[in-house]
């Protein structure tokens, strides 16, 4: 049984990822808060707190709100989707919402989660890291507290995944969202899984896993994630940048099953500004953290559907 904290910003595979942690017999989630990064936090929120009321536990977590923001906005199309995933019908048959929202912003719920446990806790990051830079911040004690941060964000390709005017297209989103917040947060003692676009970019989310999803909708879970992610439908007559990834579900899963991934140390650094930043690159003077470059594929995926089966 593992302590596990997760900040997360409201996309599909993030309110996806706090479902299938309240699913893992071997984690105990001891909080949660919402970043207004790739959502809105109202719905994003929302949606949080009706997961918990349906598949957690409303007596013992709340969700705590963001004051946070980013210094490179994502896309409005993008952020609309908690909007859809807060209307499904599965979680809104039992109002009101009993999950409450905790008393403090998220950058301070952390501070006082973390030290209210007796064991360290393992930070579960699936946006940007603007959250954790602040209450490093305010209170640097909190670092050992902290088993271990498993972000998922960055990248060592050539090629990230921001597509945005003035930009070189070198970054991952939630590096570039507040490439600030990193430089804080890579100035700390805190060890880091960080999994990448080398790792998430072999679980897309293709027409047969939805398939396979559909044929198992008599399970309530497959048939939520199934139905969250009829938001994000597979476009398959043209090229846009809008492929689903499982990044954030990656990342959760990598924490409840470690043996789903592999990782190599390597000293990475992070560029602040200008054209390129938020872009991550090898430095041997940057921080060692753990590059998450390597998952096994089908593993992956039976490891989910399992747990959406439980
Ligand atoms: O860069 C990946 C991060 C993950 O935390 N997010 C989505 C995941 O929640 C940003 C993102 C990149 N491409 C996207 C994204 C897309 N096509 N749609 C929505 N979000
Ligand atoms: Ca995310």
Not at 52 to 58: A, H, I, L, T
Not at 206 to 226: L, P
Request: glycine share 6%.
């Amino acid at each position: 049984m593992k302590n596990v904290y997760l900040n997360h910003d409201g996309g599909v595979d993030d309110l996806i990822s706090l479902y299938l942690l309240l699913k893992m017999e071997n984690v105990r989630l001891i909080g949660c808060s919402v970043i207004p990064a790739d959502c809105y936090l109202e719905p994003a929120l929302s949606a949080s707190r009706k997961i918990n009321d349906r598949f957690g536990n409303p007596d013992t977590l709340e969700i705590a709100a963001s004051t946070s923001r980013g210094k490179n906005p994502f896309p409005k199309d993008w952020r609309m989707h908690a909007f859809f995933v807060d209307a499904l019908p599965i979680l809104n048959e039992h109002l009101p919402v009993r999950t409450q929202v905790a008393e403090k912003p998220a950058h301070l719920d952390i501070i006082d989660k973390l030290k209210a446990q007796e064991e360290k806790t393992t930070l579960i990051f699936i946006g940007p890291l603007t959250d954790l830079a602040r209450a490093l911040e305010m209170d640097p004690s909190i670092e050992q507290h902290i088993e271990k941060l498993v972000w998922m964000g960055g990248t060592l390709l050539p090629t990230g995944n921001v597509e945005e005017p003035e930009h070189d297209g070198t970054a991952e989103w939630n590096a570039f969202w507040d490439p600030e917040a990193m430089d804080t947060v890579w100035k700390s003692d805190i060890l880091i899984d960080m999994v990448a676009l080398e790792s998430t970019n072999q679980v897309p989310l293709t027409v047969d896993i939805r398939e396979e999803w559909a044929r198992n909708r008599k399970h309530e879970g497959v048939d939520f994630v199934g139905q969250s992610y009829a938001a994000v439908p597979p476009l398959v007559h043209f090229e846009t940048n809008s492929t689903y990834y499982l990044w954030d579900v990656l990342t959760t899963a990598s924490v409840g099953n470690s043996s789903l991934v592999k990782k190599q140390p390597v000293y990475v650094s992070v560029e602040a500004n200008g054209p390129s930043q938020g872009r991550t690159y090898e430095d041997k003077n940057g921080k060692e953290i753990q590059l998450v470059h390597d998952v096994n594929h089908d593993a992956f995926f039976s490891y989910i559907l399992s747990l959406m089966k439980a």
